[in-house]
């Protein structure tokens, strides 16, 4: 027994000096990836993307391989896009916008409008409008905090597919539960991605560190709440010259990303096209869409 004890005691010995000499060997490559000729291998911006993006087994495939090649295009594109629409319609096309949606800004062709469901560029664009400042500083500043870091770990083609899944998400869900309202703003998409990155601390919450992951769900959450508060009031307490906007988008690119997001953004290292968590989630959407597409055709209030 006592040869047994002595025995597992060394081998404890042996696996933390192994341990002890993996974590020196790592923090050693990473000084000398900050040396080499790359200078996006310096890694003290993508280390603390890492920390906050992906859960602690897959941080040094991360690291290996971080670069700013090609550089976070997507989310910055969509952000410029949609603050230039703004500054159109608001300065150059003045309509009252500053604060609150003016009626004339209805007229957009950018805008999602029940009437003119036809026109079907409309379930995406109406994300290029924002009702007022206060609306559309939220989905920038939301968008560029989370979006940026999501696009420099998954790069732009799963991002854009997380977002986009959103915005259309959200325009089919408003014509379904809120077919007689108009839809204004990007927040399906901030959702979405927001919906993706939520679960993957939801599902790698120890892997992702217990205190960083209460701060992050605490942070989400609250952004969630402060938007949907605004969301509401837009919805239900609109000024009487004013025209009632829908919030369901904000419901459905939630539910977007908590399914096409979530097996996006856990597959870090894996083939996408390879995991059947993707394609579930893809025939799941598709059957959605297609339920949405049969119901503004044959059953919508606003026909």
């Known amino acids: 027994m006592a ?17 002890i000499e993996g974590e020196l060997e790592e923090e ?18 993508h280390r603390i993307v890492s920390k906050w993006m992906l859960p602690e087994n897959v941080r040094r495939t991360y690291l290996e ?23 159109y319609y608001a300065v150059w096309k003045p309509q009252k916008q500053w604060i609150t949606l003016d009626t004339g800004i209805l007229e957009s062709p950018f805008i999602y409008n ?25 989905n920038l500043i939301m968008q560029l905090i989370l979006g940026i870091p999501l696009e420099m770990v998954h790069k732009g083609l799963r991002v854009g597919l997380v977002y986009l899944a959103g915005v259309i998400a959200g325009s089919l869900a408003s014509s379904i539960f809120d077919p007689l309202k108009y839809l204004v703003g990007a927040s399906g998409g901030v959702y979405a991605l927001m919906g993706g990155y939520f679960m993957n601390v939801l599902v790698n919450f120890r892997e992702m560190i217990p205190a960083f992951g209460i701060v992050r769900l605490l942070i989400i959450t609250l952004i969630i709440v402060s938007d949907m ?16 906007v ?7 690119g939630g539910f ?9 953004f856990s597959c870090f290292d894996k083939a996408l096209l390879r995991d059947p968590r993707f394609w579930t989630a893809i025939a799941a959407y ?16 606003a026909n």
């Not at 047994?4 to 000096?17: C, R, V």
């Not at 009437?115 to 939220?138: D, N, T």
């Not at 829908?246 to 459905?252: L, P, V, W």
């Not at 869409?289 to 059953?299: E, K, S």
Request: with cysteine.
């Open 229 to 244: 508060g605004f969301a509401l009031y837009r919805r239900f307490f609109v000024p009487a010259n004013g025209s009632p």
């Open 246 to 252: 829908s919030f369901a988008a904000h419901i459905a």
């Open 65 to 87: 391989r971080a670069n700013c090649l090609p550089p976070p295009v997507f989310i910055i594109s969509i952000s410029i896009a949609e603050l230039a629409v703004f500054i």
């Open 114 to 138: 029940p009437k003119k469901r036809e026109e079907a560029w409309r379930f995406i664009s109406y994300m290029l409008v924002h009702a007022g400042v206060q609306h559309i500083l939220g």
């Open 286 to 301: 598709f059957a959605c869409v297609l339920f949405a597409v049969f119901f503004n055709i044959f059953l919508s209030p």
């Open 28 to 45: 050693k490559e990473m000084k000398e990836d900050g040396k080499g000729k790359d200078p996006y291998k310096n890694k003290k911006v």
């Open 3 to 19: 040869a047994a004890h002595d025995l597992e005691m060394e081998d404890m010995n042996m696996n933390m000096g192994r341990d």
């Open 256 to 264: 977007a990303g908590m399914s096409i997001g979530y097996t996006v």
